[in-house]
Structures are given as structure tokens and as C-alpha cells.
């Protein structure tokens, strides 16, 4: 089935700096969400997104639903080691699309 | 509270050959639904369970199978195993009335060769 599409691939950044990603579809979704997936595991649910514009906060983490219904974004801010990780977004209509994921290395 | 868990973690299996993977829900979930994750890929949704009943199918064959029983639990089972099966089977649960956010397990690596 068709999965989504996300960007960067890959960051490799400072501790203390903002992160910013984001996932994009051809097609529409009701829900978005936001997943930590670390290697060999399953994806811990950050974040879930509901409404077209919505806009979440988890800690230091942020997440929008896009006005299209189309795209999601996430951010997170003034990066620690331990949000080393790969970040997996999805979206649901009638089942569960998702993307390949973004891996973020943060370097103390 | 246990979140949820899958067995076995591992599995090395042959070609031709059938497995089955377990999975137990989060307390108070009715709904598993089951994934073929393949390395550097997003998870692709095969089926899920709701009420011992397969509820929604992805884009697998027949080959691959599942079961709920009456406690929420579940079983995946592939048969006639391809070495292309060799994935990262991941299982979540959730609640009916809000399936959308699911819980995952860490899943079990099965390698075909």
C-alpha cells in the first residue's frame, strides 16, 4: 500500500538544537501521528494529531496536523542525547499508513 | 500495567516452512492489528483483529493468517515461507472505540532462509 513520505531521511545535530521534520501524502488523513522507534523495537507513540491545522505538544516535542490534511510536522526543541532515535510518522484513515522514518543523531 | 508483549522475540525458519507469532494486548484493549516491518522500512499493516473477527486487510496473501481468541490475544501465522517474509513482525493494540492510537510490541524478528 502507499506509504508516506518523509523528509529528512537523516540529521545529525548538536545537542541544544531545534529539530524540525515532516511527512507527506498524496493522500488525505483523518488522523496523524508520531512514533520513537529505536532499532529491533516497536514505535512508542508520541503524539497523536486529530484535527486539519492542530497543533500538540509533548514536552519538548510539537507536532501539527497540516491545513491539507496531507502533511504533518514535528519538531523538537533544545535536543538531548536521548532523543537519539528513528521517528516514524503515520496516518489513518481506514488503516494505518506509515512512513519510513527519520533518524536523528544528536552529538553532545 | 503490562504493555504489549510478543513471543517469541527471535525465530530463524526455512523456506516452505509455517510459523505462527503471538501477541498479548495492553490491559483493557480489544483490538490487535499486525505488521510486516522490513528493514529501513515503515511498518506495513497486514490485518486486525476485533471481537475474534478479522476486521481489515492490507495488501498480503493468503499465506498469512491470524486468530483472536476470547482473552483479546492473538496469533499471526504465515505459511509456506518466502525468504522475502523476513521482517520485523510488530503487533499493537488498541481500544474499538479509538484504533487509531495504537500501542506497539517490540515485535519478533523471524528470518527466513
Known amino acids: 500500500g502507499q506509504q508516506l513520505n518523509q523528509s529528512p531521511q537523516s540529521m545529525f545535530i548538536q545537542e541544544g538544537e531545534d529539530v524540525s521534520m515532516n511527512c507527506t501524502s498524496s493522500?488525505?488523513?483523518?488522523?496523524w501521528l508520531w512514533y520513537k522507534q529505536d532499532p529491533g523495537e516497536g514505535p512508542v507513540l508520541l503524539i497523536a494529531?486529530?484535527?486539519?491545522?492542530e497543533l500538540t505538544s509533548n514536552g519538548r516535542l510539537t507536532a501539527q496536523f497540516g491545513i491539507t490534511r496531507k502533511d504533518s510536522f514535528l519538531n523538537i526543541s533544545a535536543s538531548i542525547p536521548s532523543d537519539v532515535g528513528i521517528y516514524v510518522c503515520a496516518g489513518h484513515n481506514n488503516d494505518m499508513r506509515f512512513g519510513a522514518g527519520t533518524r536523528l543523531t544528536v552529538k553532545p | 500495567d503490562a504493555g504489549v508483549t510478543q513471543s517469541p522475540t527471535h525465530l530463524i525458519k526455512t523456506r516452505g516452512q509455517q510459523v505462527t507469532l503471538r501477541c498479548s494486548p495492553k490491559s483493557g484493549h480489544d483490538t490487535v492489528s499486525w505488521y510486516q516491518q522490513a528493514l529501513g522500512q515503515g511498518p506495513q499493516f497486514i490485518f486486525q483483529y476485533y471481537e475474534e473477527e478479522e476486521r481489515q486487510r492490507g495488501n498480503f496473501p493468503d499465506r498469512f493468517s491470524g486468530h483472536q481468541f476470547p482473552n483479546y490475544s492473538s496469533e499471526l501465522n504465515v505459511n509456506a515461507l518466502l525468504l522475502g517474509d523476513s521482517a520485523l513482525y510488530l503487533c499493537a493494540s488498541s481500544v474499538i472505540s479509538s484504533y487509531n492510537e495504537q500501542f506497539f510490541g517490540p515485535g519478533t524478528r523471524l528470518t527466513v532462509l
Open positions: 493522500s488525505i488523513f483523518n488522523t
Open positions: 494529531l486529530y484535527k486539519a491545522g
